[in-house]
């Protein structure tokens, strides 16, 4: 069975610095997805960033991006430019063979102004 | 192209009695997943079902159940109410079983009392 820990319960930074979020995992799949999905106040979930297991390179979405490491099973999420509307929760999630969502428990990120 | 939706968006019932919760996918998605969220036990997975089957459940007692029609909506129904069940259910729909992308749909809010 796959797990997605995120260890870290709540995180803060100040608007336009820049903050990594953390997350391991575990799984016996060589092919696999991971992903962070943000989950603002308002409670829709939004998928940020993807990453395929097979690509070496990190993914990047604008001011969001990830430092995966394969082999140590780690999947960070640094945002850049930190900015108001980046207050959420952030939830680590994996996919693999089965294409259901494991996700981690979540982080509260506060960005102060 | 209109997101995913889900209704009602809040839902108080009572111990013992049953509810239904509907899910309309994105244009053209054909996957949709269902799954929980509580402040102890986080985002859990409940199924997924694609083209009117079943494909996936998580571990959830036989009191929760769904299904698909063929325009892709989903229903998910409980019966037998716990004060536990109290929830957001989260809908997510994605183009095809292994497209990996899934679209989270605002929950709805089950209070059970």
């Known amino acids: 069975a796959q797990t997605v820990t995120q260890s870290q319960p709540e995180m803060s930074v100040q608007e336009a610095e820049t903050v990594t979020l953390s997350c391991t995992y575990d799984?016996?799949?060589?092919?696999?997805?991971l992903f962070w999905y943000k989950q603002p106040p308002s409670r829709q979930m939004i998928l940020v960033i993807r990453?395929?297991?097979?690509?070496?390179q990190n993914a990047t979405e604008n001011r969001f991006s990830v430092n995966f490491q394969k082999a140590a099973k780690s999947f960070s999420l640094k945002i850049s430019d930190s900015q108001l509307g980046d207050t959420a929760m952030y939830f680590c999630?994996?996919?693999?063979?089965?294409?259901?969502?494991?996700f981690g428990k979540g982080i509260t990120l506060s960005v102060r102004p | 192209k209109a997101g995913v939706t889900q209704t009602p968006r809040y839902l108080i019932k009572t111990r013992g009695q049953q509810v239904t919760l509907s899910c309309s996918p994105i244009?053209?998605?054909?996957?949709v997943s269902w799954y929980q969220q509580t402040p102890g036990q986080g985002l859990q997975f409940l199924f997924e079902?694609?083209?009117?089957?079943?494909?996936n459940k998580g571990n959830f007692p036989g009191r929760f159940s769904g299904r698909q029609f063929s325009n892709s909506r989903s229903e998910m129904n409980v019966s037998t109410l716990e004060l536990g069940d109290s929830a957001l259910y989260l809908c997510?729909?994605?183009?095809?079983?292994?497209?990996?992308?899934?679209?989270f749909g605002p929950g709805t809010r089950l209070t059970v009392t």
């Open positions: 997510a729909s994605s183009l095809e079983v292994y497209s990996y992308e899934q679209y």
């Open positions: 799984t016996s799949e060589n092919n696999y997805y």
């Open positions: 990453q395929e297991a097979y690509k070496q």
């Open positions: 999630a994996f996919t693999g063979a089965n294409s259901k969502l494991t």
């Open positions: 244009s053209g998605h054909r996957s």
């Open positions: 079902y694609f083209s009117e089957t079943q494909r």
